[in-house]
């Protein structure tokens, strides 16, 4: 399991200010509640039994982190890019302290009497290709909340790192794991500029959906 950054090729650079996670700044922690509350509101599964939503803050060994290792290299190289720019160097210098720390702050949040996060990565209009694959879009309709695909940034504005990996067990039995981090332009190792979102997964990026592959502290049971 590893993390693929895209070529950006010809594209456009782009910088820390992501106008979808600069939305959600000045109140992160209430944003955040609102956002993910609503979305697994949602999702409910039995509308005769209420959803439940758990926050929990914890430490992890960063050995215990998929390929943190990847994830620094590529918060080095946006720091290196963008050295130029004061608040993109400031962010990426703390972001890498605390990516190569013994330990990492991590905040799990994980809900209950929902449907999961259902599709694959190519099914444009379910769920899951909506949250991972795409930005301002949104498979939710007008009599449901957040229905412009905004509210999903918020987990990426609270993380010190631009970073949520998300793991899912739909009613279908069906399990799903990926990382996404959301930083910015940079230079590639082999040359090239890669694009500000990468995924860790499989091959070319691609979820992992084999419950023996994703490692268990992230696999949900329920």
Not at 128 to 134: K, Q, T, V
Request: net charge positive; proline share 3%.
């Amino acid at each position: 399991m590893k993390w693929l950054f895209p070529r950006n090729d010809l594209g456009q650079d782009s910088g820390l200010h992501d106008a979808g996670v600069e939305t959600f700044k000045g109140n992160y922690y209430r944003y955040l509640a609102r956002e993910i509350l609503q979305n697994s509101l949602d999702a409910r599964s039995d509308s005769t039994q209420p959803v439940v939503v758990k926050f929990n803050s914890f430490e992890i060994s960063r050995d215990k982190i998929p390929d943190i290792d990847g994830l620094c290299t590529a918060i080095k190289q946006c720091k290196n890019y963008w050295v130029g720019d004061r608040k993109a160097a400031a962010f990426f210098h703390a972001a890498l302290q605390k990516a190569s720390a013994e330990k990492v702050t991590a905040l799990r949040i994980s809900d209950h009497n929902t449907t999961g996060v259902v599709g694959d990565d190519n099914e444009r209009t379910k769920n899951w290709y909506s949250l991972i694959r795409c930005s301002g879009s949104s498979s939710k309709y007008g009599g449901e909340g957040g229905s412009y695909g905004i509210g999903k940034n918020a987990p990426f504005a609270t993380s010190d790192l631009r970073t949520v990996l998300y793991s899912t067990y739909t009613l279908e039995n069906n399990h799903a794991f990926q990382g996404v981090a959301k930083l910015v332009t940079h230079e590639l190792k082999n040359g090239g500029k890669a694009q500000p979102v990468g995924y860790l997964g499989g091959p070319e990026g691609a979820s992992i959906r084999s419950k023996d592959k994703i490692p268990r502290r992230f696999c949900r049971e329920e």
